[in-house]
């Protein structure tokens, strides 16, 4: 079955540091979307990023269709910062990815 | 920006009580969505519906549950008798076309004791 794959499974930063989250899906079809979610909480959209690269605050999505990958980079990391990211492929496969859980701290 | 509502935010039912949750999508999409996320798990695609119908589903679907969007109103989850293992928190979603964004509510917490 089609597959959402992230990784790191999960990151650690101080604050201030950079972190590079990556997604690799199966499908060609992307329809590429970036959420994240503190526990128990409600899903964030954070960027809707099919194809190309995005921007949004201190927020990075490059999506490569043909290689079927797409990355999050987070810019000088907050504490609040802190949750796990998810990507989600919509479209044919309505997938989430197994998420990143990061973790920030002081 | 466009906004997905989910009525009731928490439910606590008794098991083997029907269950309807609310969706209210946003005004003009066509396609509704639901999910569902056990607690600390990944989320999981339930259904999809467009046009009155629901276009897929997934094995989490259960004979037990059921959609609908009566004439433009809500779009309803029902789940009809409710399980122990329903305990989850349900979120809706809608997208203007096949393929484009997806908006997501904020969840409906239920819980069958």
């Known amino acids: 079955g089609q597959q959402v794959q992230q990784s790191p499974a999960s990151l650690v930063l101080q604050e201030g540091e950079n972190a590079e989250l990556q997604c690799n899906f199966s499908?060609?079809?992307?329809?590429l979307q970036w959420f994240y979610q503190r526990p128990g909480g409600s899903l964030v959209s954070l960027l809707y990023?099919?194809?190309g690269t995005k921007h949004t605050g201190r927020l990075t999505s490059t999506t490569v269709t043909k290689e079927r990958r797409s990355s999050l980079h987070i810019s000088s990391s907050q504490i609040t910062d802190s949750g796990t990211y998810f990507c989600y492929q919509g479209g044919r496969a309505l997938i989430f990815g197994t998420g990143t859980t990061v973790s920030v701290s002081p | 920006g466009p906004k997905v509502l989910q009525i009731p935010s928490h439910q606590i039912i008794d098991m083997g009580q029907m269950v309807t949750l609310n969706c209210d999508p946003v005004?003009?999409?066509?396609?509704f969505y639901w999910y569902k996320q056990i607690l600390g798990q990944q989320m999981e695609f339930l259904v999809n519906?467009?046009?009155?119908?629901?276009?897929?589903k997934s094995k989490l679907f259960k004979d037990q549950f059921s959609v609908e969007r009566p004439d433009g109103s809500y779009f309803t989850l029902k789940i009809q008798p409710t399980a122990l293992e329903d305990s989850a928190v349900y979120f809706c979603?809608?997208?203007?076309?096949?393929?484009?964004?997806?908006?997501f509510g904020k969840g409906t917490r239920l819980t069958v004791v």
């Open positions: 499908s060609t079809a992307t329809q």
């Open positions: 519906f467009y046009n009155g119908k629901v276009m897929e």
């Open positions: 979603a809608s997208s203007l076309w096949w393929g484009t964004e997806v908006f």
């Open positions: 005004s003009n999409h066509l396609y």
């Open positions: 990023n099919p194809s």
